[in-house]
C-alpha cells in the first residue's frame, strides 16, 4: 500500500519570500514522486517528478523538490515565490501499482503582494 | 489543439437522473483515467483504462460506468444520481509502454463540475 501526507492544508506567503511545501510518503517499494500544480479551476499540471538519480529535482516555474529516503520527504520548494504561484499543490506517488497514482490532500499556496 | 477535453464543462441537475461526461485526448495515449475530486480537493482515481480494456476499477458505486470506444475517448455515465455525487471530475491520460506506466505524468482535462440538487 502506499500513502502520501501532505503536512500543511494551506501555506501564506509574502511575494518574493521562499516557500516549501511538505510532502511525506509511504510504500513498501521503491517509488517514483510527483508534485502537481492546480490553478483555479482547471486541471493539475506536472511541476516535477522523481524518478532515479539525483535527489534533486528541477521543475518548471522555478520550484524544485529533493527525495529524501530516509526520511520517505520530497518537499517542494521555491526560493521566490509570484503572486501567480497562488494554486493548490499536489504530491503524488507511484509505489508500484501500475498506472495508479495516489495524491496527497493537497496545499493551498497563497502568495500575497 | 486540446489535449485533454472534456464535455460539459459545468453539470446541474436532480437527483435520480442519469448523466455523461464525455473526454477525448488527442495526445496518441493509451491510458485514460477518471479521477473524482471533493469538495475539499481530495483527488481520487475512480477508474483507468488501457487500449480500452479496464485495469483499475477502484470502489465505486455501480451507478458509475465507464466506456471506451476507443483509446482517444473514455466517457463516464452515471446512473439514478445522490447528492454525494457532487464533485469536479477529471479525465486524464498517460503515454503508452506499459514499462514507463509507473513514471508516465498524467495529462488532465479542466474538470466538469457536476452538481447535483
Known amino acids: 500500500a502506499q500513502s502520501v501526507t501532505q503536512l500543511d492544508s494551506q501555506v501564506p506567503v509574502f511575494e518574493e519570500a521562499p516557500v516549501e511545501l511538505r510532502c511525506n510518503y509511504s510504500s513498501s517499494v521503491s517509488v517514483y514522486l510527483f508534485w502537481y500544480v492546480q490553478y483555479p479551476n482547471q486541471g493539475l499540471q506536472l511541476l516535477l517528478k522523481?524518478?532515479?538519480?539525483?535527489?534533486l529535482v528541477k521543475g518548471i516555474n522555478g520550484f524544485e523538490a529533493e527525495f529524501n529516503k530516509s526520511q520517505t520527504s520530497f518537499h517542494l520548494r521555491k526560493p521566490s515565490v509570484h503572486i501567480s504561484d497562488t494554486a493548490e499543490y499536489f504530491c503524488?506517488?507511484?509505489?508500484?501499482?501500475?498506472?495508479?497514482?495516489?495524491f496527497g490532500k493537497g496545499t493551498l499556496l497563497t502568495v500575497n503582494p | 489543439d486540446t489535449a485533454v477535453s472534456q464535455t460539459p464543462k459545468y453539470l446541474v441537475t436532480q437527483m435520480g437522473n442519469d448523466k455523461s461526461i464525455k473526454c477525448e485526448q488527442n495526445l496518441g495515449h493509451d491510458t485514460m483515467y477518471w479521477y473524482k475530486q471533493d469538495s475539499k480537493k481530495f483527488l481520487k482515481i475512480m477508474f483507468s483504462y488501457n487500449n480500452k480494456e479496464l485495469i483499475i476499477n477502484e470502489t465505486v458505486p455501480n451507478r458509475f460506468s465507464p466506456k471506451s470506444p476507443d483509446k482517444a475517448h473514455l466517457n463516464l455515465h452515471i446512473n439514478s444520481l445522490e447528492l454525494g455525487d457532487s464533485a469536479v471530475y477529471f479525465c486524464a491520460s498517460s503515454p503508452p509502454d506499459r514499462r514507463s506506466s509507473y513514471n508516465s505524468p498524467l495529462h488532465f482535462g479542466n474538470g466538469t463540475r457536476l452538481t447535483v440538487t
Open positions: 503524488a506517488v507511484n509505489g508500484g501499482s501500475n498506472y495508479k497514482l495516489t
Open positions: 522523481y524518478l532515479s538519480g539525483s535527489t
